[in-house]
């Protein structure tokens, strides 16, 4: 049964709820709660059968076979006075101002014309890298597509090729089996298995049995391909309930990153790209943020893409200055309403904290719903 919402309740059936005059009276097999009036609620009248009850309580309706049951509060006179009293008498201690201050309203910045500049840019740039993508045909082509739109996500430009993801993995996905055959590439294999989970394509986690040795468990000699182990922890992260595999590698994985990185014989742009990944997995992060670390990592990598880099370093660029013109309008917007003055002493001045947080809302119910 759904709890209630309110600390002290009493669930009940409606066709129990009899208004009469100013008096509540509620019908209960234990009797623990004695009439008492209504007050401060809104007259509501009940819809259906129950029409012709009306109550001072707004009608809260609880989902599944038990619609017709709602949670109240039972509150007397007293009660609500002895509140009052106490929240008039309460002392409360004034809340530290927000650490951001109004530094987004004297952000001096022609956001329109630069904005422009990077737009046109960035316009230039897409076509060739939209050929990169969809250019190349085949088994190991659909491969290294796969590992290309990794590359778009974790970069941050995936949003630019919506469309041409969608079809790629969706024509990719139907040859999924020849593709992976013979793939023994670690590495490979977890970023593929991450891609199309990611994008909500249900590839088995079997996959990965073929990195285990006779005696059931992850070969050791895994350890040794540290960006192999870090796709491989990734892939982890995107299993379902019963991927029991999934749950033996990250187990796996953890232990072996946390080695890694605590021995210093990685790269030091891999190193700390481990660190990272240990603190806040891939797919949990904001887009900006796992692009911020990316193209720093991809930046020093060998087979770096300098037009894909140019591409991403261009685009994270107009992402921040489109986020810093939101916080100046919203902080100007906050400012001219005068908060401060109309709004309690302990009211928190928290207005740059909750536009990040509503973006980061945003991702964790993307996340939920491809798991779902």
């Known amino acids: 049964m759904v709890k209630p919402r309110f600390p002290i309740s009493l669930v009940v059936n409606m066709e129990a709820i009899t208004v009469f005059r100013s008096k509540l009276s509620i019908r209960s097999e234990t009797k623990t709660l004695p009439a008492c009036k209504v007050s401060r609620f809104p007259l509501t009248s009940f819809p259906g059968k129950h029409a012709h009850i009306v109550s001072r309580f707004p009608l809260t309706s609880i989902p599944g076979k038990h619609a017709h049951i709602v949670p109240l509060k039972a509150t ?8 009052d009293d106490e929240e008039n008498n309460r002392m409360y201690k004034e809340m530290a101002p927000s ?30 890298v939209r050929d990169m993508l969809m250019s190349s045909k085949g088994i190991k082509s659909s491969k290294k597509k796969i590992l290309f739109i990794y590359l778009l996500v974790s970069l941050g430009l ?52 073929r990195f285990k040795g006779d005696d059931g468990k992850f070969k050791e000699c895994l350890a040794k391909d540290a960006k192999g182990i870090l ?19 990250l ?7 946390e080695s890694l990185a605590a021995s210093g ?20 992060n904001m887009e900006i943020l796992v692009a911020k670390e990316y193209i720093r990592f991809y930046e020093q990598e060998e087979d770096c893409d300098k037009t894909l ?14 986020y810093l013109q939101e916080l100046k309008t919203l902080s100007k917007w906050y400012k001219e309403q005068e908060f401060e003055s109309k709004l309690p002493p302990y009211f928190r001045d928290r207005i740059v904290e909750m536009h990040l947080t509503n973006i980061l809302r945003t991702k964790i119910l993307t996340c939920e719903d491809l798991s779902d």
Request: overall charge negative; charged content about 25%; glycine content about 2%.
């Open 99 to 128: 650490e951001w201050g109004h530094q987004f309203l004297s952000a001096h910045v022609d956001f329109s014309s630069e904005m422009d500049v990077l737009e046109k840019e960035i316009e230039a740039l897409k076509p060739q």
């Open 76 to 83: 007397t006179i007293s009660t609500l006075a002895y509140c």
């Open 251 to 257: 187990s796996f994985t953890v232990s072996n990153l």
């Open 265 to 284: 014989t990685c790269k030091l742009n891999l190193s700390r790209r481990i660190r990272k990944a240990l603190d806040q997995p891939q797919h949990k």
């Open 158 to 209: 995936a949003f630019h090729f919506e469309d041409e993801i969608e079809e790629s993995l969706k024509d990719g996905f139907q040859e999924i089996e020849e593709m992976m055959v013979d793939e023994d590439d670690l590495y490979t294999v977890s970023i593929i298995f991450w891609v199309f989970r990611t994008h909500g394509h249900n590839i088995s986690s079997e996959v990965f049995r």
């Open 231 to 249: 796709s491989l922890y990734e892939a982890a992260h995107m299993g379902t309930t019963t991927d029991y595999i999934l749950d033996e590698a």
């Open 309 to 322: 880099l140019k591409f991403a370093k261009l685009n994270f660029k107009f992402l921040q200055l489109h």
